[in-house]
């Protein structure tokens, strides 16, 4: 496992933009993929986006295409996720994860085995 803490969380408003980050440590070399999930209140770990270490291929959902975008900084072993035109039903938890197994899809919480106690964003209307 790598460790990841996340970073960059707080209350915004509808139409405000965001970064999330999230620092991989202990073994950042041996990492194959991260990825962002976040959790809503009364509801399941929800896939976000995820992001390729090496080669930096990425992966949304489709409720975050086109308003989030996720990216690394291999030298920094840091992950972002820039979000813009927040809404309310983008309030929850977001929790940063990292996986050092190669798989076929990088969508499901089973799929990571590190996460970070995750940050809270709020989004008011």
């Known amino acids: 496992q790598v460790p990841v803490v996340e970073s960059g969380g707080g209350l915004v408003q509808t139409g405000d933009s965001l970064r999330l980050s999230c620092a991989a440590s202990?073994?950042?070399?041996?990492?194959?993929?991260m990825a962002w999930f976040r959790q809503a209140p009364g509801k399941g770990r929800e896939f976000v986006a995820s992001?390729?270490?090496?080669?930096?291929?990425?992966d949304y959902a489709n409720s975050v295409k086109d308003r989030f975008t996720i990216s690394r900084d291999s030298a920094k072993n840091t992950m972002f996720l820039q979000m813009t035109n927040l809404t309310p039903l983008d309030t929850a938890i977001y929790f940063c994860?990292?996986?050092?197994?190669?798989?076929?899809?990088?969508?499901?919480?089973?799929?990571?085995?590190?996460w970070g106690p995750g940050t809270q964003v709020v989004v008011s209307s």
């Open positions: 992001v390729s270490w090496s080669g930096g291929a990425t």
């Open positions: 994860s990292s996986t050092i197994f190669r798989k076929t899809t990088f969508r499901r919480p089973a799929d990571f085995e590190s």
């Open positions: 202990g073994g950042a070399g041996s990492i194959y993929a």
